[in-house]
């Protein structure tokens, strides 16, 4: 089983940056692919971005494309967002997720495929 934990959330304004970290612990998989997901209040779970076992292959959003990046840290059990020029737009709490899947293939972008979830953090971001 994994544990996944989130931190890095908080209050920014408009156009500011965050970093936001999951950390894993407990037995992990041989490979798996590390997300984040956002859910907004009234809206539902969304996928944002996610990286590959050997960080080869990332998956974005449309929304975040450019502004976010994500990175790892395998011998850390560690997953990083990065998040530039935040909009209110972007306001929600924020999951870590993991998928075990074979190292070639691609992150998906669909909830289910996901294992396991952090408790996740919120992010504000105000006008």
């Given amino acids: 089983q994994v544990q996944l934990v989130e931190s890095g959330g908080g209050l920014v304004q408009a156009g500011g940056s965050l970093r936001l970290s999951c950390a894993a ?22 996928f944002v971005i996610a990286i590959s076992w050997n960080g080869g292959t990332t998956s974005y959003a449309d929304s975040v494309k450019g502004r976010f990046t994500i990175s790892r840290d395998n011998a ?20 870590c997720a993991v998928a075990p899947l074979a ?12 294992s396991y979830w952090g408790q996740g953090t ?3 971001v105000s006008s």
């Fill in 76 to 95: 850390k059990n560690m997953a990083y967002l990065q998040m530039n020029s935040l909009k209110p737009e972007d306001t929600a709490v924020y999951y």
């Fill in 122 to 124: 919120q992010v504000t």
């Fill in 25 to 46: 612990s407990g037995r992990t998989f041989s490979s798996y692919a590390m997300g984040w997901f956002r859910q907004a209040p009234g809206k539902e779970r969304e």
């Fill in 103 to 114: 190292i070639e293939i691609a992150p998906p972008k669909r909830a289910r495929a996901y």
